[in-house]
């Protein structure tokens, strides 16, 4: 607190930690990790260790995520097995290979739930969310409306601070699974406010500023 000539008459700190981040693995970090009698010690297919470091992307934020990237695409097998190790150290220090299967049964679930010809199903919008935030609380399918292309609105009671969080996602070409997220009300997300006009677009036409939907029922 300042006083009108702004000079400091009061002060007080509170230590607080932001939810939900882990703190960025670093280069200089992960070279003093030792993988010998880790679980990532004995894998040495690149490709498994590739996909092992890709499917981290929907649960990693920040820089940490683009590091994920480049460790799906890096040829240095140290390197990944590093990287692995140190991602799920942060995760569960005290058991981190159980965190990694566990993930990994979540990654196949979502391949084998929301795969296309053309995506891993932890590729696509719904499995990201799914990964992310965990199984919604509730999940309201409409494949059938008029005018409408199929879509799904994922309810979650609470995120973080946030409750009664949405997802609506879509399918626009309704020919393979990929629904589209297309809009969200939780922070960090995309946010569209004509959403409804979006999804029931199939047979219509609508205005930029056009918010109310012709309703075909």
Same mark, same amino acid.
């Given at each position: 607190?300042?006083?009108?000539?702004?000079?400091?008459?009061?002060?007080?700190?509170?230590?607080?930690?932001?939810?939900?981040?882990?703190?960025?693995?670093?280069?200089?970090?992960?070279?003093?990790?030792?993988?010998?009698?880790?679980?990532?010690?004995?894998?040495?297919?690149?490709?498994?260790?590739?996909?092992?470091?890709?499917?981290?992307?929907?649960?990693?934020?920040?820089?940490?995520?683009?590091?994920?990237?480049?460790?799906?695409?890096?040829?240095?097998?140290?390197?990944?097995?590093?990287?692995?190790?140190?991602?799920?150290?942060?995760?569960?220090?005290?058991?981190?290979?159980?965190?990694?299967?566990?993930?990994?049964?979540?990654?196949?679930?979502?391949?084998?739930?929301?795969?296309?010809?053309?995506?891993?199903?932890?590729?696509?919008?719904?499995?990201?969310? @799914?990964?992310?935030?965990?199984?919604? !609380?509730?999940?309201?399918?409409? %494949? *059938?409306?008029? /005018?409408?292309?199929?879509?799904? &609105?994922?309810?979650? @009671?609470?995120?973080?601070?946030?409750? !009664?969080?949405?997802?609506?996602? %879509? *399918?626009?070409? /309704?020919?393979?699974?990929?629904? &589209?997220?297309?809009?969200?009300?939780?922070?960090?997300?995309? !946010?569209?406010?004509?959403?409804?006009?979006?999804?029931?677009?199939?047979?219509?036409?609508?205005?930029?500023?056009?918010?109310?939907?012709?309703?075909?029922?």
């Amino acid at each position: 607190i300042l006083d009108s000539t702004g000079t400091q008459v009061a002060q007080r700190k509170k230590l607080f930690y932001r939810d939900g981040l882990m703190p960025e693995l670093t280069e200089e970090e992960l070279s003093k990790l030792v993988i010998e009698g880790s679980f990532v010690e004995h894998v040495q297919d690149l490709d498994t260790l590739q996909e092992m470091a890709r499917c981290l992307v929907p649960i990693s934020e920040g820089r940490q995520k683009q590091f994920a990237q480049n460790m799906a695409k890096s040829e240095d097998t140290l390197k990944i097995k590093r990287f692995l190790l140190g991602f799920w150290n942060q995760k569960d220090p005290k058991n981190p290979e159980l965190a990694w299967l566990k993930h990994k049964r979540l990654v196949a679930a979502m391949n084998q739930e929301f795969g296309t010809h053309a995506m891993r199903g932890y590729d696509t919008d719904r499995g990201r969310v @799914y990964l992310q935030y965990g199984p919604p !609380n509730a999940v309201n399918k409409r %494949y *059938n409306e008029p /005018s409408a292309y199929p879509y799904e &609105i994922w309810q979650y @009671y609470q995120i973080g601070a946030q409750t !009664n969080v949405r997802f609506v996602f %879509y *399918n626009p070409n /309704s020919i393979d699974n990929d629904f &589209i997220l297309i809009h969200s009300n939780c922070r960090g997300e995309i !946010n569209n406010r004509q959403w409804q006009m979006f999804v029931h677009n199939r047979n219509n036409s609508f205005g930029v500023d056009q918010n109310d939907v012709i309703n075909h029922y």
